[in-house]
């Protein structure tokens, strides 16, 4: 799907993404791609995706205009979960699939194998089963974290109406090595809701079918759901979690409630905030990828992390302090605070 927000005049100067496998010793390949200089550029994004997506979801997020000025300043690391990536062949029948903590617990060898070294901390940008996964890095590694950007995270287990839409959707795909509708249904609701048969969201459905049916491995990704379902609950590390996090939903997600749990659980309000963009359903990068973009390098620069960018549109937009949530384009500024 084409995206007006590409700015296609600029794009000489995002790297392209180079892919890197990494061979780890439990789990096989993971499939990375790195765009731009993890040695010599300042700051280390590391990204992960959530289900039904894989990086080229990132990519696309960074290759929008209002990205660009954070793009040249930042190396971007896109760890595909295992399976995930385009065109992926059938893991084994004998393959076991890592659990989320064991996909966390991954992350610190993969890096170092992309010549990031072990000392260095990054940047955690997830989304969905992504952002699940690097919160428990997080967690497990404080060291290695500089901050956190987490969208529709999830921190504690399947409810019993997700987790059988979920078993369902991963038996099929798992057993029947195709996509079908029952599942699609499923990854549409899990990223836009119950929004989808709305007329403004034609193309955006679209592009997730033709991704679905055309570039991912259905066997895979029901593994990968099925790790997903089987997520264990968190939230109790949550209370002596004090590293920088920006929390991000929609408002219309299905999963605005537990993101706001989730930032209500937080200890300090100090260093963390909270963006629920108005009117967007659970995939902010293609609803409104601006406000992402420009929340999201407002948020590194109030936690002293990146220095003033200039954002284009900055100037038109809403900027102001806020205690709680913000909504629509109030910006992440906890400097504020």
């Not at 993890?38 to 959530?50: A, L, Y």
């Not at 969201?201 to 679905?212: F, T």
Request: charged share 20%.
């Amino acid at each position: 799907m084409a995206d007006s927000n590409i700015d296609t005049a600029s794009m000489a100067s995002i790297p392209e993404p180079v892919e890197k496998r990494v061979r780890s010793e439990h789990f096989g390949d993971f499939y990375c791609y790195v765009q731009g200089d993890p040695v010599h550029q300042k700051h280390v994004v590391v990204t992960f995706h959530d289900i039904g997506l894989n990086h080229t979801s990132w990519v696309k997020f960074i290759s929008t205009k209002a990205m660009a000025p954070m793009v040249g300043k930042v190396c971007f690391i896109h760890i595909n979960a295992p399976g995930q990536q385009d065109n992926a062949e059938d893991l084994p029948d004998t393959y076991r699939y890592p659990k989320m903590q064991e996909l966390a617990e991954e992350i610190p060898g993969i890096l170092k194998e992309l010549g990031v070294p072990e000392n260095r901390e990054v940047i955690g940008l997830g989304e969905g089963a992504g952002s699940n996964v690097l919160l428990r890095l997080a967690m497990k590694f404080p060291k290695r974290i500089l901050a956190l950007c987490l969208l529709e995270c999830t921190t504690t287990s399947a409810g019993f109406s997700e987790w059988g839409s979920e078993k369902v959707a991963s038996w099929q795909l798992k057993h029947g090595h195709k996509m079908t509708a029952n599942a699609e249904k499923y990854i549409l609701w899990h990223h836009l809701g119950r929004r989808t048969h709305s007329t403004e969201y034609v193309d955006i459905v679209k592009q997730y079918h033709e991704n679905l049916y055309k570039m991912m491995n259905a066997h895979n990704l029901g593994l990968f759901i099925d790790a997903f379902c089987n997520r264990t609950n968190i939230n109790n590390h949550l209370k002596d979690f004090s590293l920088p996090v920006f929390l991000v939903t929609g408002s219309k997600s299905p999963h605005v409630h537990e993101v706001e749990k989730i930032y209500e659980m937080l200890p300090s309000k100090k260093n963390s905030q909270i963006l629920i963009a108005k009117d967007v359903g659970g995939d902010i990068k293609e609803e409104n990828s601006n406000s992402l973009a420009e929340s999201l390098q407002l948020f590194l620069q109030g936690v002293g992390i990146i220095g003033s960018v200039g954002i284009p549109g900055l100037h038109q937009m809403s900027v102001k302090p806020r205690s709680g949530s913000m909504t629509d384009y109030d910006k992440a500024n906890p400097s504020n605070k």
